[in-house]
């Protein structure tokens, strides 16, 4: 897995302007895979923990999601 940065930093990342909004993202929190982002049309990206539990709600844009998640802890990857 590579790990989605909103800063750039120095591990095997990937940079935002490289992420394909179509494959899978994860999120890890304190090093566990915790959850999943994910595009719930017609609402937006949402990251999603369990069941109905989400981090911060719907953003319309991607990068607002994983922006926004980031500063409540948590990480992200892609395959």
């Given at each position: 897995?590579r790990?989605?940065?909103?800063?750039?930093?120095?591990?095997?990342t990937?940079?935002?302007?490289?992420?394909?909004e179509s494959?899978?993202?994860?999120?890890?929190?304190?090093?566990?895979?915790?959850?999943?982002?994910?595009?719930?049309?017609?609402?937006?990206?949402?990251?999603?923990?369990?069941?109905?539990?989400?981090?911060?709600?719907?953003?319309?844009?991607?990068?607002n999601?994983?922006?926004?998640?980031?500063?409540?802890?948590?990480?992200?990857?892609?395959?």
């Amino acid at each position: 897995m590579r790990k989605i940065i909103i800063e750039k930093e120095n591990v095997d990342t990937i940079d935002f302007s490289k992420v394909n909004e179509s494959i899978p993202i994860f999120a890890k929190y304190d090093n566990v895979l915790c959850g999943m982002v994910i595009n719930e049309l017609p609402n937006g990206w949402i990251l999603r923990v369990g069941g109905s539990k989400h981090c911060t709600g719907h953003h319309t844009y991607l990068y607002n999601c994983l922006s926004e998640c980031s500063k409540h802890g948590y990480e992200f990857y892609i395959v």
